[in-house]
């Protein structure tokens, strides 16, 4: 019995395994064809001759767009992840009024959708006079990032004693004391967590991207990805090698920090 269920529980995983590396194989497959092959073959066959001319021309289009996402989405992740450690901080540890009522208007940002803040948003940059400049999206991915971030910190400082920073406050430390030499060592699990969240949300964003970088030099990759798509007819081969290329980063960022992603989830990250 014990052999059958777990035979049974491998070939679960098995087809499910399969199912999910399909889109995977179906991107490289046809990325290493030459156009030609893509329009003549089956998508499913493997390519008779490596063609990797798509990746090049995938990367001609797209690489300006690598440049303009990494400008604005390092900064807004570092910035949402700082603040929403601070709100997280200041909701879990520091007693005052309207917590909880503040905390229940950050959670409704997270759930506030894109599309409806779109028109004011434009208006709010233009009068700013940050309409399709790169501050536009850090301010924008910033301000959207903190609901989420404020919520993973909030979570996490509640597994923290509250006698540490007691412990601090009889040795005389102050609240930012306290919360740079206890509670800011202590976040490292937290900060990853929210880091790749952010890294992730920030980098394949499509829709922010397409309205507030209208500028070729503020356009992120996710809307110079879908430019690569031809007039006349689509080249899947140079488009599925543009979506490989723009996945690199967020695949090196979870294999670098995948281990201390797990860690941090464990850990009570994202717990409750």
């Known amino acids: 019995m014990r052999i059958s269920k777990k035979i049974a529980t491998y070939l679960v995983l098995i087809i499910a395994s399969i199912f999910f590396l399909f889109p995977i194989y179906m991107l490289l497959v046809t990325s290493m064809k030459s156009l030609q092959e893509v329009n003549t073959t089956s998508s499913w066959s493997l390519p008779v001759h490596i063609d990797l001319s798509g990746f090049v021309t995938a990367w001609n289009g797209i690489s300006q767009g690598f440049v303009n ?16 450690s601070i709100g997280g901080f200041a909701l879990t540890k520091v007693k005052f009024k309207g917590a909880n009522t503040i905390f ?39 301000a959207y990032g903190i609901p989420i971030t404020t919520l993973i910190f909030r979570n996490f400082y509640s597994s923290i004693p509250t006698s540490l920073l007691e412990a601090g406050q009889v040795d005389g430390a102050n609240i930012f004391q306290i919360y740079e030499r206890i509670i800011l060592p202590l976040s490292i699990p937290g900060i990853v ?7 992730t949300n920030i980098w394949n964003n499509f829709l922010f991207g397409l309205i507030l970088g209208s500028m070729p030099n503020v356009r992120p990759v996710t809307v110079m990805l879908n430019n690569l798509n031809g007039a ?13 290329i723009t ?19 464990l850990g009570g990250a994202v717990k409750g």
């Open 193 to 199: 967590v929210a880091a790749i969240w952010q890294f």
């Open 104 to 142: 229940l208007f950050l959670l409704f940002g997270m759930f506030l959708p894109y599309q409806v803040v779109l028109i004011p948003l434009v208006k709010f940059m233009a009068a700013l006079g940050l309409y399709g400049n790169i501050w536009s999206l850090i301010i924008t991915h910033t």
């Open 247 to 265: 996945a690199i980063p967020t695949l090196i960022v979870y294999l670098i920090a995948g281990k201390y992603f797990v860690k941090g989830l």
């Open 232 to 244: 006349m007819m689509a080249q899947w081969n140079t488009l599925m090698a543009g979506a490989l």
């Open 69 to 84: 996402s990494f400008e604005f989405t390092i900064p807004a992740l570092i910035l949402s992840v700082f603040l929403g």
